[in-house]
């Protein structure tokens, strides 16, 4: 369900070139706020060969209020059937429409690769990521139109104009299917030492609003893959490119104290802030 | 009014919830701890009633969401000084184990559904603990023990008197790590709660308390000192925090005679202060606990039922004596031996009289002679009695009889003879109260679980077993329950707990306690008792204030004993119990030239009869002495004079 990895341009906005920073001060816990989203999908049906997929989305933010964490206003929690409408009986599509159970049409958003049951089972499920993105998007322009407190928002901000312009919001990214940076750039990126970052880019897209990024290692990597401990951050731009630095070092101190606690016993613990994995957690029971 | 809600009930495959046990989480900062009583509100009607459970919480848990301790160390660099940098407190959790204590309704008795938990209130604890089938207006047989606490709330706990006095079960029975004061001060504080709430339709109650060590129980009738904490639980408890209002003291005589053998012989405390002696009939009635089981065979025991049924008591004669006998006391037991020995040796009349061998004859008398040697100053060679007042307890008295300095044959005695004297007068109803509470303490010591049958353990069993039907309660303490009798304390239907012994704990009688609990039991503050009652489903702790009498230590300090006083200080202050005229002077010029058996023997008869005119009692008891003339010493006139100063005439 991963995207394919690629690599995608971006422009250097900090120096002129890619290059590492080594973060400096006291690490400073300056997040009031964890948002993280979550999606569980099974079969519910096979109408002969064509998947019917029962979908849970939900996102939730975990408020940290004198080091203890707890739940802000109320998680959003959406399910769904999701099938490819036009492809099944007429009678089975009414009946699921009459059900009282959201019905999402997986053909109306994008075509399958191949008429194969399991690239139709696909299709179901990039729709109930698009769906998770779509309830973490709207959770965290609630958090941006009523708080005034820093989100840590698990994974991109440039899904949402909104929520991309804040300045209370960083979206934290822990996979690293899609790089920003290539060639010489992509060295100083993996070997980029704990509590170092790279320099500033800006990340553009057609349908997505542009953010300034970079990457931070928070967790040694001797031993491991490149991309152990390391995550990029998003941040709203800032027209003034002077200040960029200054705020990615900021940024940057504050994620690097979110190292404690690890978020063990989660296997992504390297990147994972322990906020992100009880807002997970939580999830996981109500959902 | 109905407390807040301060947990769910959960349940999961590894630890379900049962008939009997439940789980529930609370938030980090909920009062609950062990032994705290809480109340589940079911969601689901059963037979169109919501379910409610009470529960007493047994055992608690806390744990992160880590899996594996390793996790938090590599987490901190194995730092452990880094943990206050944490930006975030890892998730935790609070989770308790309680046991049920009541359902409602009582059917169907269905696993503890999921449901709310809030801590009990004062009615929700009367009804957990069933108390509200014996605290109704008109048919009240409560007995306040103590408090129960939790967070802010105290409810009072109340015992049932039927359970706790009989008919329906009786006994209370204490454990607890000795130097605490506590099964001491909870006794003393359950007297005083039992003497103000026994219900008037129950009948009368007193207690005979039997003080085995120290000063424990000898100022009962002195003020002690009570903080305001103190003051407060007994105004919610409804009991007065004053001292017993009627107390009356008994003790042998030290073996030479003089003085009361007890710490509270200080002058001042002397005015309910009484002796405890005995004779030949009150022992003879009890020599199976003096005697030796070993050494008393068939044939020596068959020989003292003749002795009983046909010497003492009565005109006795036979052609071996010189004279007939009646024997009524030790001195003229000792007699009809010797006149019989003498009799059988000079009569060569064989080795046997009247089928009893002369071996078994001379072994009785040796025994039964030891008596009054052995347990001196309580057994009197000439038949001196002054007794507990059998037949005139009084109501709400205590009568504390101190065996703390006595031997410990005569510690038996005293025990076996006031014990069987309660019952016999019980089972005839004229004792003078309707309920008598029997206090031993070190109960490991008369009621052990090994060792031999003795008279005065075989007393015990019988007491724990049918005591009850007749209105005699045993109250018991000892330090450790698994070296008792295990039917002693089996038959209480009461049974506290102070500070234990974790080896104690350990043993098997304590298994169906939680390990919180007894934890919780190893580290019990003063003060604090564990209570099993028949109406309590589950063990539940209270706390009970000081009692309100002067402690031993202190009122020894207070009321130093006397030290060893001479018969004439002894006599004079037996005699102002009668008589406060009686002076020093007097008692030393009345007894002057007469012998020390005789004085006792004076002073004896005069405290046992009690009679109007002290003094002239007293005079009368004494032989009168002629005085002594000076004898005229004729002088011797000299033949012839002498001259000068040589008597050699020189």
Redesign the interface.
Known sequence: MLDAPSIRAADVIEDTQMRAHAVSGP?E?R?DAFLDGSQLTLVARWQGVIPIVFGTVSAAIRQ?RE???STWGAPLVRRALYAPMSQLDRDVARVLNEMGVAVVDTLERREPDSGHPFALQELAYQAVLADRERVETELAVRWCERERGVLYLDGGISGSATVARAANVVGVIKSHQTLYAEGDALAVVSALTTGQRSSVVRIESSRRTSVASWYLRVADAAGRDPFWGLVRVEVALDDDRSALGRRADDVSRWIL??R???A??DPRWDKMA??I??AE?YLRAVQ | MSSPIMGRVVATEKKPNTAHEFHFWTSLDSPVGIGTIVRVDGERPVNGQLPRIYGIVVEGFSYT????PI??V???DGAPE??A???????EIRLYTAHVLRQIPDEPLQPVPMGTVALASDEDVAVALRMDTYLKAGTNTGIPCGLYRAGAMEAPIYLDAEFLMGPEAAHLNISGVSGLATKTSAVEWLLSSIFTHFPENKGSVAAVCFNVKGPDLLFLDKPGTLDDADHAIYDKLGVPAKPFERVRYFAPYTAQGFSINTLRSNEALSHNLSPLTWGLNEVMQFAEVLLNRDDVDAKADAFIDFLQERVINREFRDPVLSSPHRVRSFGELEQFFRDLLRGMEDRSSGEHWRTHHVATIRKVRNRLSNISTRCAGLVTDEGAVSDLPFGSFEDRTVYVVDVASVEEDAQDLIFARVVSKLREHLERRDLGVSHVIVFVDELNKYAPADGPDTYVRKMLLDISERGRYLGLVLFSAQQFRSQVHRRVPGNSGTSLYGRMDMDELATPGYAVLSPATRTKLATLEKGQLMVRHPHFAQPIFVRFPRPAVMRGRDGAEQFPPATDLAIDVAVMRSLRQLDSAVSLDWVKRTIAGHEEADVLRARNETLRTKPANVKSFFESRFRKIVPTEPVAVPVAVPIRALKGDDPYGF
């Open positions: 690490l816990p997040f940290r080091r203890r964490l104290a979110e404690l606690p690890l063990l016993p322990y906020g994995r009880d957690e | 969401d880590l899996l594996s996790h938090d590599l987490g901190h880094t943990a940098q944490a930006a975030t407190l890892r998730a």
